[in-house]
């Protein structure tokens, strides 16, 4: 059984920052890969951005340049750094973890970015 669990979210202005922490746990191998996905209210989830153990990393076109996800894989946490938030950003995020075929949720976390 694998664990996830996010920190981090909150309210924000047009502008700032927020960072996101995703801390795994469980029976993990050393290979699985982890991504954050948000959901706004009315909408599907989505796909932000997604990183593996060498450290490789993608990201929604709409994010680029604005977000970057990193990860301590001796943590087995995993972050995402939110600047130059928009309005349009304002979902629960949810951490995501796969490995071995599996995947696992988090819980979500609320970010709104209000002015």
């Known amino acids: 059984q694998v664990q996830l669990v996010e920190s981090g979210g909150g309210s924000v202005q047009p502008g700032g920052s927020l960072r996101l922490s995703c801390a795994a746990s469980?029976?993990?191998?050393?290979?699985?890969?982890m991504a954050w996905y948000r959901q706004a209210l009315g909408k599907p989830r989505e796909f932000v951005a997604g990183?593996?153990?060498?450290?490789?990393?993608n990201y929604a076109d709409s994010v680029k340049g604005r977000f970057t996800i990193t990860r301590d894989n001796g943590k087995n946490t995993m972050y995402l750094q939110m600047n130059s938030l928009k309005p349009e950003d304002t979902a629960v995020y949810y951490c995501?973890?796969?490995?071995?075929?599996?995947?696992?949720w988090g819980q979500g976390t609320q970010v709104t970015v209000s002015s």
């Open positions: 469980g029976s993990i191998s050393s290979a699985y890969g």
């Open positions: 995501t973890l796969t490995d071995r075929g599996l995947g696992y």
């Open positions: 990183i593996i153990r060498d450290g490789s990393t």
